[in-house]
């Protein structure tokens, strides 16, 4: 079956980073666009960054322009999140997920209604 298996997250000040992982199985990886999701205690559930299935195209939530990044390893089925100058507001449980009808353009990529699969999450708190 699919399975999506985030990790990479932790404790760290504010201004650190973090890099999360996400490594994918059960499924044609290059079928999907691949995604970030973050929920803050008492929130609702935010779009943070997605990426295309060759990596061509990524977009970002405007909070976390400059300062994340997305890639994708499609060698090794696994989506990247790198975190710099990371701030409190950042604290939250990060999934990763996986949209085959936003695979090539993105198109809708921001809606967590268009992603199939999710990861179970990986904590990153943010210390000020």
């Known amino acids: 079956q699919v399975q999506l298996v985030d990790s990479g997250g932790g404790l760290v000040q504010a201004g650190g980073s973090l890099r999360l992982s996400c490594a994918a199985s059960?499924?044609?990886?290059?079928?999907?666009?691949m995604g970030w999701f973050r929920r803050a205690p008492g929130k609702e559930r935010e779009f943070v960054a997605t990426?295309?299935?060759?990596?061509?195209?990524?977009h970002y939530t405007d909070s976390v322009k400059g300062r994340f990044t997305i890639s994708r390893d499609n060698r090794k089925n696994t989506v990247y999140l790198q975190m710099d100058n990371l701030r409190p507001e950042d604290t939250a449980n990060y999934s990763c997920?996986?949209?085959?009808?936003?695979?090539?353009?993105?198109?809708?990529?921001?809606?967590?209604?268009?992603?199939?699969?999710w990861g179970q999450g990986t904590q990153v708190t943010v210390s000020s």
């Open positions: 997920a996986a949209s085959f009808s936003a695979a090539a353009t993105l198109e809708g990529a921001k809606d967590a209604n268009q992603y199939n699969y």
């Open positions: 059960g499924l044609t990886f290059t079928d999907y666009a």
């Open positions: 990426v295309s299935w060759s990596g061509a195209y990524a």
